[in-house]
T-cell receptor, first 112, second 113 residues
């Protein structure tokens, strides 16, 4: 079964800074997708990478970007942080057997 | 475009009662219908899913039913227990073929002992 490791688990940044989050699929799944979870907007799709190529992008500003490496590890970057970027950022790999997706534990980003 | 609606937004039941959560989607070409459970402070986890060629699927106390004509599918939990308390999300991916889950707003289920 796929496992997903996200680092760091918690992060506090100030407005205007930039941040990089990491997602490592244990089993080497080639597809990694990212989601933002906030109390007001729920779970929203950010983007998806497959074999180092971005295949799909959600409705987020260009400050949100990502990439994927040849070992399937993915990073997402948020530049010029705003207070509203405070959220739980989740990555998911899949589909696995039966089309299910496996989520990482997430990175909780707080922007102050 | 893709639109997913989930009802109710909150649900409170007594232990042992049944709970039903409904998800309505807009993409008539969708063919995969999952439900995820997210406990407080934890990651979403797939609990049950169904494909479009099947009308119902059961796994112990949980079941999912699908009505493709009406474009909705439902999560049924019987004999609810306090550990069922969580937020439940439906997330039917669009038919575009890419790994992009469109989540419903979630249903917060509270099971009271």
């Amino acid at each position: 079964k796929a496992g997903v490791t996200q680092t760091p688990r918690y992060l506090i940044k100030t407005r205007g800074q930039q941040v990089t989050l990491s997602c490592s699929p244990i089993s080497g799944h080639r597809s990694v997708s990212w989601y933002q979870q906030t109390p007001g907007q729920g779970l929203q799709f950010l983007f998806e990478y497959f074999s180092e190529t971005q295949r799909n992008k959600g409705n987020f500003p260009g400050r949100f970007s990502g990439r994927q490496f040849s070992n399937s590890r993915s990073e997402m970057n948020v530049s010029t942080l705003e207070l509203g970027d405070s959220a739980l950022y989740l990555c998911a790999v899949g589909p696995g057997g039966g089309d299910g997706y496996t989520f990482g534990s997430g990175t909780r980003l707080t922007v102050v | 475009g893709e639109n997913v609606e989930q009802h109710p937004s909150t649900l409170s039941v007594q232990e042992g009662d049944s709970a039903v959560i409904k998800c309505t989607y807009s993409d008539s070409a969708s063919n995969y219908f999952p439900w995820y459970k997210q406990e407080l402070g934890k990651r979403p986890q797939l609990i049950i899913d169904i494909r479009s060629n099947v009308g119902e699927k059961k796994d112990q106390r949980i079941a999912v039913t699908l009505n493709k004509t009406a474009k909705h599918f439902s999560l049924h939990i019987t004999e609810t227990q306090p550990e069922d308390s969580a937020v439940y999300f439906c997330a039917p991916p669009p038919s575009g073929g890419y790994n992009k889950l469109i989540f419903g707003a979630g249903t917060r289920l509270a099971v009271h002992p």
